[in-house]
């Protein structure tokens, strides 16, 4: 089965960047969605189709995918986005959807 | 509004049952996938199941292939989940999501499955 592969944790200070990596055999061939889930919440989308934001979702979130890597890219971080963040793709292989293994953002 | 209601999480016993429920509004429910996705208590995100939009195509996670069956009714507006052979593993929330495409655009807010004897 497709394993995407996350850094556990990411630590930014306010108003830097963080950068999260979903790493996958050849994932830039496929679309990676990105979603947020901050502690006894529901999660939320926050990037689809690698690059693409759903409206309500701030500009300072962006994503990117080539190769065997996927990113999800925070600027100007801040307090509240502190949260979990999962990548997600659909393996057409075996017709099954796939999480990352999740990374806690932190701001220091 | 969006909005999915999930329903009959609860306590059960290794081997029994349990049906999930998930009750759509605010869009026209006939025309999205639907699919389930469950989070084990501090865990991350697993995916279920999907179903197409006529319940055409259904899909399951290789861990509940053959105990889950993923089903809706387009008329009440409402998606299923009915979970046979229940294990200490299979504790977790299950989510109801809308499908689009290759993603999951709404959530509901989740119901709480326990498998303990």
């Known amino acids: 089965s497709y394993v995407l592969t996350q850094p556990p944790s990411v630590s930014v200070a306010p108003g830097q960047t963080a950068r999260i990596t979903c790493g996958g055999n050849?994932?830039?061939?496929?679309?990676v969605h990105w979603y947020q889930q901050k502690p006894g919440q529901a999660p939320v989308l926050v990037v689809y189709?690698?690059?693409d934001r759903p409206s309500g979702i701030p500009e300072r979130f962006s994503g990117s995918n080539s190769g065997n890597t996927a990113t999800l890219t925070i600027s100007r971080v801040e307090a509240g986005d502190e949260a979990d963040y999962y990548c997600?793709?659909?393996?057409?292989?075996?017709?099954?959807?796939?999480f990352g293994t999740g990374t806690k953002v932190t701001v220091l | 509004e969006v909005q999915l209601v999930e329903s009959g999480g609860g306590l059960v016993k290794p081997g029994g049952s349990l049906r999930l429920s998930c009750a759509a509004s605010?869009?026209?429910?006939?025309?999205?996938?639907m699919n389930w996705v469950r989070q084990a208590p501090g865990k991350g995100l697993e995916w279920v199941s999907s179903?197409?939009?006529?319940?055409?195509?259904?899909y399951y996670a290789d861990s509940v292939k053959g105990r889950f069956t993923i089903s809706r009714d387009n008329a009440k507006n409402s998606l299923y989940l009915q979970m046979n052979s229940l294990r200490a593993e299979d504790t977790a929330v299950y989510y109801c999501?809308?499908?689009?495409?290759?993603?999951?655009?709404?959530w509901g807010q989740g119901t709480l499955v326990t498998v303990s004897s």
């Open positions: 999501a809308r499908g689009m495409t290759t993603y999951f655009d709404y």
């Open positions: 179903i197409s939009s006529s319940s055409s195509y259904i």
């Open positions: 997600q793709v659909w393996d057409s292989s075996s017709d099954q959807g796939v």
């Open positions: 189709d690698d690059s």
């Open positions: 050849n994932i830039g061939s496929k679309s």
């Open positions: 605010g869009f026209t429910f006939s025309s999205y996938s």
